[in-house]
């Protein structure tokens, strides 16, 4: 196997072996992307002169650290110290932030080398990376279909083998999503449970940061490091954080599985039965599967579009052209200044969705449209509440499809958002998931998405570790044509 | 002031709390640093900095809740008010509309000998904005420079329910309310710095109606004199409007010191839409009520405290009592003064005499003058022991407002010791007589008048040092 195929695991017992070093596998993992990424499109910025040194510098001396000289990438909306941030907006094109976002300084802290920034929809708005504003990334599966979104550069990454691990955001689905349409493994912790300092705020209440891996254990290695209180960030919680990592355990046996009949129904039939499939293998396992309701799921969607909308249409104001970012020069007074900025700055879905939360928002309608929105969230939350009085996780499909084609939604937004219907609701109740490979339809992944309680990832993850263990579907890669 | 027509006032009034940092980072807030030096990720709103509240911000609106007699909100949350200018980083003001931190107090105020309760709605935290600097002025600027070191400084907006009926009733709550804010040291409560502003609401009605008036909203209002002004100019506007037959329109004005007029900034159709909403990244606040008894005990002694303190225990008049307790300033100076002479009423007289003049003159106020307190009473002392007259120990006292010398160091300096020798007085006076025959017969013939020029004339020869009583008795001796 080649070095950049292998996982974080397998990479920190290589490099503690001394049968590799940092130079070699950033080497290979450079060299991998320079030799797929021109399909892909996977990374906006690669960082390859400083990565390189730091990772000769830590041959030379190591540092210690859990995944110490271990290449990762970030998706481009986390905050990266002299490092170009952009968002996949012209609005951040030349944006280079002077600190680093909470998560990426305790990657550094845990000994990682950022080896690059990756593409994403622009502001995390969006299911492709189609609203990328420079391009949008392939799915390695069939380069002519989206790797999701909005992390979809970063989980087109991790499938191509371009990068062993990726840290993405999560907003209504964004980490789960393309996980699941790449085939590999998508997190999102608890609202609270990692800092969203210095990630680029997209809806406050929604957002999470994520982990996209190869593997689940790759997954609970990581949430291990991030996970914690941030002074910083009033939002997240003072929870002891367990060591995810080696409290892993394949035993689920009388684990309680429900897996809610609206979601099987709104799933194409053969997305829906693979998912199925995956839940016999639980039964096999000792575990008791069954059916559940989650009566309000299709009203998240909706509400989505109107909280998540309405918190972006507040935190996009900041990007008004006077202190960084896209401006307008020719502009003739302030009012011209900002207008003109935000004009050229944004593209058209992020344009859409600010008009849409202004909207909702404005006198006479916040009550009609944003409190009831929150109304249909309160129903989104006990729905799951009333669940996990009798189940300690529920599984669905991570997505109602597999990967749709470039282009192919580009005038049916619906069908584009539709493809969250399953991953919003967890966002609007702050609950940790992962979507984790659970085989290919048509010769494209399908994702098995594991929900738990608040602050219950490590029920979580040894759910999807045990299902792992007892399959091969993280195995299987795509064939991008090269060697 | 109308018969027909009766005004009634509301005023907003910003008042910046006294912390050390802003309330959602840790830039500090200091008055009159270099541009753009106390910023940061967050108070510049760059992407991905999140507000992390100052709790001190919260227990000094606890504090001056308390002060105002209002009730503490047990659970309180912030919300953002947004609007695009490019002195507000972020594109929303973090504010509290619905569920802010103080409701219902109240102050009571003494307008024209009579006393009266203003209603305070509410009071609630939030940020203030940054400034910008223009080149020249706003219309004729070529650019602006934006200066953020007050962006996210701690505001505590107070919401008087329009309960004020006169531009002075209105002046006076406002000079309460900073009195407040002073004593129960939340606030530096200086208007010229800014750091309490004020806005006011009015409108008119018949006298008799219960129906308020249509009412507009004056802002720039930078000091107490203005606030007057403005209200007395916007009352007869109003009273004018509706006069003539014609319509008022509900809008924000802005005060023009100058001209003495105030003009129409926005009418409420071209008022912003600031699209409220819960500020999600600030969990909301739970506060315990055994933390708000906590600050009650921290809470000083309150102006109304101070002056009964000062009638009961100094037996000053109620006039004197409110006067001193304007300030603490001048409450810590009178009180001083008073443990080292307990004279009270002479303190006081000379408090609001010279003293006072003094202020006016130089427009200073008294924490800022050279003035001790200990020099007074010493200064008091040295008249009492006849070391210098009263006339002689008020060019002392302005020598010692201009140098912030000790009394004892003046008199020494100038040779201004009092003459009380009655054989050196003697011969003056001799002479004044001698120099002076008609007013003399004047004064044998009864005319107190004529006594009093005799002493001003022998004043005049020691240049203010004779002891008068010394030279009253020693005149009627000679004369009678």
Not at chain 1, 169 to 179: K, L, N, V, Y
Not at chain 1, 363 to 384: C, H, N, P, T
């Amino acid at each position: 196997m080649e070095l950049y195929e292998l996982t974080l695991q397998q990479l920190i017992k290589e490099l503690e072996s001394k049968r590799t070093n940092a130079q070699a596998i950033m080497t290979a993992v450079m060299g991998r992307i320079n030799e797929v990424d021109g399909k892909v499109q996977a990374f906006l910025t690669l960082n390859q002169t400083a990565a390189m040194e730091k990772a000769a510098e830590f041959d030379r001396q190591p540092w210690p650290g859990v995944i110490a000289g271990i290449p990762f990438a970030v998706k481009d909306n986390y905050c990266t110290r002299g490092v170009k941030t952009t968002c996949a907006s012209k609005m951040l094109e030349d944006f280079i932030p002077p600190y680093d976002a909470a998560v990426v300084e305790k990657l550094h802290g845990a000994g990682g080398i950022l080896a690059g920034k990756l593409n994403m929809d622009e502001f995390a708005m969006g299911c492709s990376t189609e609203t990328s504003a420079f391009f949008p990334s392939h799915n390695p599966w069939d380069l002519e279909r989206v790797p999701g979104g909005s992390s979809g550069g970063a989980a087109a990454a991790v499938a191509a083998d371009e990068i062993p691990l990726a840290l993405v955001s999560d907003t209504g689905g964004s980490a789960r999503q393309p996980a699941s349409y790449c085939g590999v493994v998508g997190l999102k912790p608890t609202y609270g449970r990692v800092s969203r300092r210095g990630i680029v705020a997209y809806a406050s209440s929604l957002d999470q940061a994520g982990i996209i891996s190869k593997d689940v254990a790759d997954a609970a290695l990581v949430l291990g490091i991030i996970a914690g209180h941030d002074p910083r960030d009033s939002t997240s919680e003072k929870k002891e954080v367990p060591d995810y990592s080696t409290v892993l355990t394949t035993d689920i046996k009388g684990l309680k599985i429900g897996y809610p009949r609206e979601y099987f129904q709104q799933a194409e039939g053969n997305v829906g039965t693979a998912v199925k499939k995956a839940l016999l293998e639980f039964e096999k396992m000792g575990a008791i599967v069954e059916e559940v309701s989650l009566p309000h799921s299709e009203y998240a969607l909706p509400a989505y579009y109107i909280i998540g909308p309405a918190e972006a249409s507040s935190n996009m104001g900041r990007f008004d052209g006077i202190r960084y970012g896209q401006r307008d020069n020719s502009a003739e007074n302030v009012a011209e200044l900002i207008s003109g900025s935000r004009q050229r700055g944004f593209g058209p879905e992020v344009k859409r969705r600010i008009i849409l939360g202004t909207y909702v928002l404005s006198s006479g309608k916040y009550e009609k449209y944003y409190l009831q929105a929150l109304k249909v969230r309160r129903l989104i939350r006990d729905d799951f509440t009333g669940v996990f009085n009798d189940y300690d996780v529920i599984i669905a499909p991570t997505t109602p499809n597999t990967a749709f084609k470039i282009g192919e939604n580009a005038s049916d937004l619906i069908t584009s958002y539709r493809s969250d219907i399953f991953t919003v609701p967890v966002n609007m109740a702050g609950l940790p998931a992962i979507s984790v490979p659970c085989g290919l339809v048509g010769g494209l992944p399908v994702g098995m998405q594991i929900i738990a309680k608040p602050f219950a990832e490590t029920t979580l993850l040894n759910t999807a570790y045990a299902f792992e263990q007892a399959t091969d579907h993280h195995q299987l890669k795509p064939d991008l044509g090269v060697r | 002031m109308s018969k027909e027509f009766e005004t009634v006032i509301g005023l907003e009034v910003h008042a910046e709390l006294k912390t050390d940092t802003k309330i959602f980072c840790g830039c500090k807030t200091a008055f009159g640093a270099e541009p753009n030096t106390q910023i940061c990720p967050l108070c510049s709103g760059f992407p991905g900095a999140l507000p992390v509240l100052n709790k001190k911000v919260v227990e000094l609106s606890i504090k001056t809740g308390l002060a105002l007699n209002a009730e503490i909100a047990a659970h309180c949350q912030f919300d953002r008010k947004n609007y695009f200018y490019p002195d507000l980083p972020s594109a929303y003001q973090v504010s509290q509309l619905f569920l802010p931190i103080c409701l219902n107090g109240y102050l009571d105020i003494e307008a024209e000998g009579e006393k009266k309760r203003i209603r305070i709605n509410r009071a609630h935290m939030e940020e203030d904005a940054g400034k910008l600097i223009h080149e020249g002025t706003i219309t004729t600027t070529s650019f602006s420079l934006v200066d953020l070191n007050r962006a996210g400084v701690p505001l505590l907006e107070i919401v008087s329910e329009p309960d004020m009926r006169s531009a002075q009733e209105a002046r006076i709550y406002l000079e309460k309310l900073r009195s407040i804010l002073l004593f129960a040291q939340v606030s530096d409560a200086r208007m010229e710095e800014g750091s309490i502003r004020c806005d006011a609401n009015v409108s008119v009605r018949r006298r008799g109606e219960e129906k308020l008036g249509v009412r507009t909203e004056i802002k720039n209002l930078n000091s107490f004199k203005a606030l007057e002004r403005a209200i007395e100019y916007e009352a007869r506007r109003h009273r004018e409007v509706i006069e003539d037959g014609g319509t008022l329109i509900q809008e924000t004005r802005t005060w023009d010191d100058e001209k003495g007029i105030t003009r129409s900034m926005r009418s409420k159709e071209e008022a912003e839409d600031y699209r409220y909403f819960p500020d999600l990244d600030i969990p909301p606040i739970y506060i315990d009520p055994a933390w708000v008894e906590e600050i009650k005990k921290t809470l000083p002694e309150m102006p109304e405290q101070a002056q009964q303190r000062l009638r009961d225990d100094y037996d000053l008049p109620e006039y004197d009592a409110a006067i001193i307790t304007a300030t603490p300033y001048s409450l810590q100076f009178f009180d001083r003064c008073v443990a080292l002479y307990p004279e009270a009423k002479t303190v006081s007289n000379w408090m609001m005499g010279e003293l006072s003049r003094l202020l006016n003159q130089h427009n200073m106020e008294i924490q800022q003058c050279l003035i001790a307190p200990d020099m007074l009473a010493d200064l008091l002392k040295l008249i009492d022991d006849g070391t210098i007259s009263g006339k002689m120990a008020k060019n002392v006292f302005e020598e010692m407002f201009a140098s912030g010398n000790s009394p004892a160091r003046i008199i020494k300096e100038q040779g201004m010791v009092q003459i009380t020798d009655e054989d050196v007085l003697g011969e003056i006076i001799a002479g004044v007589i001698q120099n002076n025959p008609g007013v003399v017969d004047d004064y044998k013939s009864g005319k107190e008048k004529a006594r009093g020029f005799l002493v001003g004339q022998v004043m005049k020869a020691t240049k203010g040092q004779a002891n008068p009583a010394a030279v009253q008795k020693i005149l009627k001796d000679l004369l009678n």
